[in-house]
């Protein structure tokens, strides 16, 4: 049974466990909320990663078809360094048949035949004077006579006209018509290579024409851009919502009227521990606060106090739900301070806000947008300071211990200072 002279403090106690719900169930609205953004940012993610799946297999399939043109130009490109190699020795052959052509003794083939002729107009001539008997006296040796008296000697001298005559004559004309024969057949064999150095000069040139075909083919496949994607930054994303967060800032701003309404009954370092010290309470093992922070200090040193803390909070919450009796009228008026609290905060609001219109007309817009979110958070914190609100946040929480409530405080605290 509690005393009277400390159902005030009790009242308070409650009044804080209450107000740390009300905090605990905005934390749970700005986790819906940012359940919403996160579900939201997941479905535009997947949609760009399908995005990008359809540009990866464009883009891989582009570079399939540069790839299968590659070959082809590859293939070409082979095809065109050996029609060159046969070029190459077409114009080899060319140039032997040409050099064979131009060569000096070709020059000299008039000359030898006529030589031969000479020889050969000799062996005739020799012939001649043998047939027609000119050797003798009166013949053809009579013309020579005086330059060579001895008749046999001139008989010799025809004999050996007629002989290198007939095979000089041979020799020239056999050589005459060698060089002859491979002449025309130089001259035709050179035909030949010219009409095959046409064919493959045409052949490398449209092999050239279709290997820059290809070339110009390939780069006329675009390759798709593939956008690159990044998955989103949730921690980053939680503490941006968390500093914008209607449901944070008021549970914020809800908190600071909480550490000033109640720090100077209990310090906000052992608002984890209001189950604890109700029930110390309660069943009359404190008679003051005192007291019952000294037993809870007794608890944590021996390391008991997160099962007194359960068995306290089982206890809170069938008291909970009976409607706390004789407290709930104290327990009102605390709720009542912290309205009076929110309706002192509004009213220096409302003249900052004039304040800074009056000195800051450029910046209206801006200014508009700061008075409408100052002017929400204001409207937040008074709905939230009701009585209604306090007891149903305590109704609501009842089965969570104080611990996890105050946990729950630091969290929302984190959250809108953009810690996590």
Known sequence: MIDKKNEETVAKLYAIRAGMSVISKERDAFQADFAKVRKQKEGEYQAKLGVRAQQQAKHEEAEKQRQEIDEQASELLHKSFETQDKIDDVKKKIRGKMEAIDKPKFRFLLPLAAFGLVLAALLITGIVAVENDLTNDGGFYGAFYGFWPDETWFGILVIIAIAVGAIGGLICGGYGIASLRDYISDKQILGYHQRDLKKLEAQAASEKAAYDAAWKKKYAIDLPTVTQVGAPDYDALRKDCGKRNKHVKA?????????????????????????????????????????????????????????????????????????????????????????????????????????????????????EQTNARLAGVQSSLAQMTTAAAMNNALLAKANESSSALADDVHRLRLYADGVI
């Open 251 to 367: 549970g914020a701003a809800f908190y600071a009227l909480l550490v000033k309404e109640f720090s100077p009954t209990l310090d906000p370092r052992d608002w984890g521990n209001v189950d604890y010290l109700i029930y110390a309470f309660e069943t009359g093992r404190a008679r003051d606060l005192t007291e019952a922070l000294q037993m809870c200090d007794r608890e944590l040193q021996t390391q008991r106090v997160e099962k007194a803390i359960k068995s306290a909070t089982a206890e809170i919450t069938a008291t909970i739900r009976r409607g706390l009796g004789n407290l709930q009228a104290q327990m009102e008026t605390c709720f009542y301070n912290l309205s009076q609290q929110v309706a002192a905060s509004t009213s220096k609001v409302t003249e900052a806000i004039a304040e800074t219109n009056a000195q800051i007309e450029k910046a209206r817009k801006a200014t």
